[in-house]
Nanobody
Framework: QVQLVESGGGLVQAGGSLRLSCAVS????????MGWFRQDPGKEREFVVG????????YYADSVKGRFTISRDNAKNTVFLQMDSLKPEDTAVYYC?????????????????WGQGTQVTVSS
């Protein structure tokens, strides 16, 4: 069974950057399409970005296009989310997600397996 562990969250000022990591264990990362979602208290979980098995396909939510970049290193079983030009509205718990069948996207904001999440707080 695959397990996902996120790291890299924290507190940053608006305009700053953070890099989240998602370590994949139990199965090889290349067996999964991956994605990042986020959830603010009182709101529904929101799709952020998805990436295909080899990294050649990516999907971004409009709210993060041009500011966030997803990448993956299958040799290291790790997926990354580089977040630049952060805004206070990016504040949320960020979840790494894995799916064996489809790449998470705006039209398919689902995944089979989830990590525990990492808090990102952007101060104004």
């Amino acid at each position: 069974q695959v397990q996902l562990v996120e790291s890299g969250g924290g507190l940053v000022q608006a305009g700053g950057s953070l890099r989240l990591s998602c370590a994949v264990s139990g199965r090889t990362a290349s067996s999964y399409a991956m994605g990042w979602f986020r959830q603010d208290p009182g709101k529904e979980r929101e799709f952020v970005v998805g990436i295909g098995w080899s990294g050649g396909t990516t999907y971004y939510a409009d709210s993060v296009k041009g500011r966030f970049t997803i990448s993956r290193d299958n040799a290291k079983n790790t997926v990354f989310l580089q977040m630049d030009s952060l805004k206070p509205e990016d504040t949320a718990v960020y979840y790494c997600a894995a799916d064996q069948t489809r790449v998470p996207s705006v039209s398919r904001p689902f995944a089979q397996t989830w990590g525990q999440g990492t808090q990102v707080t952007v101060s104004s």
